[in-house]
């Protein structure tokens, strides 16, 4: 029953069977003329037809034919979403196939039922009795039906989300189908592998099933199977930003939309036209039949139907306008958006590489001078100190006096070698430079320890690995800074400087029990040394909280991703 010519010789087969009174052949024409309208969704007179070819198997004592009967039937329920009903015969017809070990019959059978509970939407019973079809057809060598019963456990996976499962037999059903040269399920199951990999976030996998699918349904004629691929490509351009191919696919999606409303109508005449021959054919061998006014509604209705046709094509096209030009709209509306998206991105890229640039300059000429410092002046000190160890050595003083000042002067370029050194460390330290942030800090605050009746506790937790050298300079420079600020301001005698790592965040909390400060006045007189420690962990992206009261003491907060 592939084809409308199909109704026209199972009519003829049926007055046949009926004038013989061959009741094999009468029920066998019956569900033949069923099916025929079930694929119509002509519901209602498919069921009649199933329901007489089963009153007379049931007559002959025809099991298999019941068996096929009932099975029918539940396709019909089915079809009207009665998954109940459809369940009941379903099982009525495994039960009779598998009192007569018709296995083909069961795996049928257990695949419908399958269905059955998918419609339920009791996925875990759908699986079960897919997966017992499957074996069943893997015993009989039945390809078709092996790949056919893979696919639907790949759609009972597919609805729970379980991708991978879904996709692993999608594969194998693909591969079967491959085998047999069954087209339409090489089209259905390419597009159901894309649309797994379109959730995946797969797009360029998911691009290629669509695709191939589209070329072997345009092939096969599938067109169907061609909308939905055209569909799903406009989904996927759409997600990659490929907006003018997503529009070029949606509209060849509608087109065919439009095509099989005008086919379905089509069918739906010629389906009129068919059942006016029946019923003219069986009314003839009872009694003698008007043909005129048969005909005559027949045309009637015809007209009615082309009319209508007519009507809702006009709809669909006035609607398919106002949806492409809202589609255009939104599409402009996207890019534009976009567009100012990447300019704002942009802008916020350059602003950080400028102010990375600016860091790094400054970090560059703390080095520039650091090295100066100690190579030049440090250098030019310490030639100096020996030029003078020398002179004492050749003048031989005998005065107390010059002795004296001369020891001075060398005292006096002894500590300005020393503080030359301790600046230039001071401004880049070594241990930063070699070994890291927590070294720097720890020599930082060893060399700070010497101060009298200043204490300081030092923690550190987590940080086992270096951080990236910027971020390191800048959170070092900003703990010199406060510590700086506390010595010279806090007249603290007690400070305790935490460094705390986890996940992907650096919290660093430093506390101090000096005199504190109005954090209210903070934004309103912050010195420059305030200013600047928030705009360099602004910089990290991180944040900085100052809680002090006036006589209590200040605690910082640092919290920088890292």
């Known amino acids: 029953m592939d084809s409308d010519s199909g109704m026209v010789y199972g009519n003829q087969a049926l007055v046949l069977s009926q004038k013989l009174k061959w009741n094999k052949g009468i029920a066998e024409t019956l569900r033949n003329i069923g099916t025929y309208y079930y ?23 025809n099991k298999k034919g019941i068996a096929s009967c009932l099975s029918n039937i539940g396709v019909v329920y089915k079809g009207q979403e009665d998954y109940d009903k459809s369940l009941e015969y379903y099982s009525a017809a495994f039960k009779i196939d598998s009192s007569m070990m018709n296995k083909k019959g069961m795996a049928a059978d257990l695949g419908n039922i399958g269905n059955a509970y998918k419609g339920q939407n009791n996925i875990s019973k759908a699986l079960e009795y897919h997966q017992k079809a499957l074996k069943l057809y893997t015993e009989l060598k039945n390809s078709k039906g092996m790949a056919l019963n893979l696919g639907s456990i790949g759609n009972d996976y597919k609805s729970i989300s379980q991708y991978d499962e879904a996709l692993k037999n999608y594969l194998e059903s693909l591969k079967l189908y491959e085998e047999i040269g069954n087209k339409s399920g090489i089209t259905i199951t390419l597009s159901n592998m894309g649309f797994i990999y379109l959730q995946q ?36 351009y759409k997600k990659n930003g490929n907006y003018k191919k997503a529009f070029d696919h ?58 209508e046709r007519k009507n809702i094509i006009t709809y669909i096209l006035v609607v398919s306008i106002l949806l492409i030009i809202l589609l255009s709209y939104l599409i402009y509306n996207r890019y534009k958006l976009k567009q100012e998206a990447l300019l704002s991105a942009e802008l916020l890229r350059q602003q950080d590489l400028r102010s990375k640039a600016i860091i790094e300059a400054e970090e560059n000429e703390r080095m520039r001078i650091a090295r100066d410092l100690h190579d030049g002046v440090g250098q030019t000190l310490s030639a100096a100190k020996l030029n003078l160890s020398s002179l004492e050595n050749k003048l031989k003083l005998t005065e107390i006096e010059s002795q004296s000042a001369l020891k001075n002067a060398m005292e006096l370029v002894d500590d300005s070698v020393k503080e030359v050194r301790s600046v230039s460390h001071s401004m880049m330290p070594n241990a930063l430079l070699k070994s890291g942030l927590v070294a720097a800090v720890r020599e930082f605050i060893n060399k700070l320890t010497g101060i009298d009746k200043l204490k300081i506790d030092l923690e550190i937790t987590g940080l086992n690995q270096r951080l990236e050298p910027t971020t390191e300079t800048i959170l070092f420079r900003v703990l010199q800074e406060i510590v700086s600020n506390i010595l010279k301001h806090a007249k603290a005698n007690h400070i ?16 101090d029990n000096g005199v504190g400060f109005d954090t209210k006045k903070l934004n309103e007189s912050g010195g420059i040394g305030l200013k600047n420690i928030t705009s360099r962990i602004e910089f990290l992206q991180g944040r900085v909280d100052f809680d002090s009261n006036v006589g209590k003491g200040t605690t910082v907060i640092i919290e920088v991703p890292v």
């Not at 199933?50 to 007559?59: C, D, N, T, V």
């Not at 290629?208 to 490509?233: D, R």
């Not at 006014?293 to 139907?305: P, R």
């Not at 305790?496 to 506390?511: A, G, P, V």
């Open 39 to 61: 694929l119509r969704a002509n519901y209602p007179l498919s069921l009649e037809y199933y329901l007489r070819s089963l009153k007379i198997e049931e007559a002959c004592g």
């Open 201 to 236: 976030n797969k797009n360029k996998l998911a691009e290629e099933c669509f695709l191939k699918s589209l070329k072997i349904g345009k092939e096969s004629g599938l067109t169907k199977q061609v909308m939905e691929a055209e569909e799903y490509l406009s989904e996927v």
């Open 250 to 307: 949606y509209k060849n999606a509608m087109i065919l939309k439009d095509s099989i409303f005008n086919e379905e109508k089509n069918k739906e005449i010629t389906r009129k036209e068919m059942t006016y021959e029946f019923e003219k054919k069986e009314a003839a061998t009872q009694a003698e039949y008007d043909k005129k006014t048969a005909l005559q509604n027949a045309e009637i209705i015809i007209t009615k139907a082309e009319v």
């Open 496 to 511: 305790t400087i935490q460094l705390i790592k986890h996940d992907n965040e650096l919290t660093i909390i430093i506390e």
